[in-house]
Every structure is written in structure tokens, then in C-alpha cells.
């Protein structure tokens, strides 16, 4: 298991556009002209002028953060391997009064993920975690926990452990039960029930109803049958560290998937450039 305090990959940008970069900050940018260390990991690079390039990087200590890296695309650099994208490093960072972003003073790597830059595949699932660990809110007291699960989860992705759709599957539920929309899985919204053979998801409230209390088919009412809502209830409710203890094939991978998109898009938003990009690669595994 992989934690907060442990771990990169290689170079690849211009899916993820350069406009909204780092400046996901600001409230948490309270003091100023003094040097701080973090760690996380290189979620983004934009190249600015000449050799330099902004990094935006998911961090322990404040969430997601824009560092200014001068003279970071020369490869005779000292921080060029560890401002590489996806590369989990530790940062000393100099917070100045003058500007949004912090200046990088040093960098050492903590951990490479070597897998990354060899699977297109894997890249583009990444991408896509990026986009979307930019996209919602998350409460400052999460910011370790929201690390982890970026980290935990390239791990599962990169060492294989985990089909790389169950991995997208499981980073979509755990990143929106963590920033606000954990889902009520407890049992059938109408009778209460906890098991049955099948249930549906109501995606835009986040419920489940069991085959016996839905009426009819309704609109924006998926299949969820007794193995997926298991999976759902792991990926939403259990602590980290047991979260990837379960594994889920065939049609219920296939539900558990679907509804997972579903949701994340309803409620965060339908656009992510990134997403197209997973889809235009991703290789459809088998369902049985
Ligand atoms: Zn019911």
C-alpha cells in the first residue's frame, strides 16, 4: 500500500490547456516572503517563455498549487526530473507577496511511476484524474486524502493490479464521495433495503432503489445488480487502505463503470477534454 508520504512519470502536455493552469491557490496562499516545503505530485505543465514552465502540482500540505519552475525545460537542469509530469516529489517553495505562484527553490524526486510513459493508455487516464482533481472543491482538510488516492491509484493502474477502467471507475466515485457527493448506498431509498438481486442507481440524486420499489424504468435510473452495489459501497465508504482489496469483472465491471461516469458528470460538469482523450485510447476490455 502507498501513502501520502511516499512517491512520477515522464513528460507529455497539451491536452490539459494552459489557460486555467495553477491558480486553484489562492485560498490557501494566506502568508507570504517566506520559504515552505510540501510534497506532492506534477499534475500539469504548461512551458511559459523560453525555458521556463508552470507546474501545478496536488500537494499534501495545500491542495492543488501553481509553482513557477525558471529554467525547468533545459535538460541540464537540477529540478528537471522532478518537475516531470507525474512525478511525486518534495518541494521548497518560496511564497512571494508579488505573485499568485510560488517560486521552486528545491526539488528532490520521491517516486517515478516508469509504467506511465510507456502506456498511452495509462498517460491518458492520468490526464483525466488531473482535470479532474483541478475541477472540484476540495476541503482543505482532505488534501492529503485526495493525494493518496491519486497516488494509490496509479500504483493500481501502473502495476496492473487493477483493469485500467476499474481504475478510472474507482477515482471517479472515491474523488466525489471525498469533495461532498458521497452517495447513499445504505439500502433501497424507498423500503430501506440493504440486499437484493437488483437495484438501480438514481444518478442525480445519488441513491439506489431496489428492482421491487422502482416502477418503472426511469430516466436516469441505472442497473447496479448485488455485486456492483458491493463495489459501489467500497469505493464510497470504506477507508483507503481497504478500498482496493476488492476486484470486479464482466457485466458488473461494465455496470459499476457506467454509472461512476454518470455520475461524476452530472455532477461536476459534461466537458472534459481529457475524458475524449481516454475514450479515442481506451481499449474496451472484455466482458466475459
Ligand atoms: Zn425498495
Known amino acids: 500500500m502507498i501513502t501520502g508520504s511516499s512517491f512520477s512519470g515522464q513528460a507529455l502536455s497539451g491536452i490539459i490547456s494552459a489557460t486555467e493552469t495553477a491558480y486553484l491557490h489562492k485560498k490557501t496562499k494566506t502568508m507570504a516572503n517566506q520559504t515552505i516545503k510540501v510534497t506532492g505530485i506534477v499534475i500539469k505543465e504548461t512551458k511559459t517563455k523560453e525555458n521556463d514552465k508552470i507546474i501545478t502540482v496536488l500537494t499534501k500540505e495545500l491542495g492543488v498549487i501553481g509553482i513557477y519552475v525558471k ?3 533545459r535538460l541540464k537542469n537540477k529540478f528537471h526530473s522532478a518537475t516531470g509530469l507525474f512525478t511525486y516529489s518534495e518541494f521548497v517553495l518560496f511564497e512571494s507577496r508579488s505573485s499568485e505562484l510560488y517560486q521552486l527553490n528545491e526539488a528532490t524526486v520521491k517516486h517515478i511511476f516508469h509504467r506511465l510513459s510507456t502506456n498511452v493508455e495509462y498517460l491518458a487516464l492520468a490526464m483525466y484524474m488531473s482535470e479532474l482533481v483541478c475541477e472540484v472543491t476540495v476541503p482543505d482538510d482532505m488534501n492529503n486524502e485526495i493525494l493518496r488516492l491519486f497516488l494509490n491509484m496509479l500504483h493500481m493502474l501502473t502495476t496492473q493490479k487493477w483493469s485500467v477502467s476499474l481504475c478510472k471507475a474507482a477515482f471517479e466515485m472515491r474523488l466525489l464521495s471525498d469533495t461532498g457527493y458521497r ?17 438501480f442507481f438514481d444518478n442525480e440524486n445519488g441513491e439506489i ?6 416502477k418503472s424504468y426511469d430516466k436516469g435510473y441505472y442497473i447496479a445488480e448485488m455485486p456492483t452495489i458491493m463495489a459501489l459501497r467500497y469505493l464510497a465508504y470504506a477507508d483507503l487502505e481497504k478500498m482496493f ?3 470486479i469483472t464482466g457485466a458488473f465491471r461494465y455496470q459499476l463503470c457506467r454509472i461512476c461516469e454518470k455520475y461524476l458528470l452530472e455532477h461536476t460538469r459534461y466537458d472534459y ?3 475524449d482523450f481516454y475514450k479515442s485510447v481506451h481499449i474496451e476490455e472484455k466482458l466475459f
Open 71 to 73: 529554467g525547468a525545460m
Open 245 to 247: 482489496t476488492f476486484n
Open 183 to 199: 452517495p447513499n448506498l445504505v439500502g433501497c431509498k424507498r423500503c430501506g433495503k440493504y440486499e437484493t438481486d437488483m437495484f
Open 209 to 214: 432503489i431496489c428492482g421491487q420499489c422502482a
Open 273 to 275: 477534454k481529457t475524458l
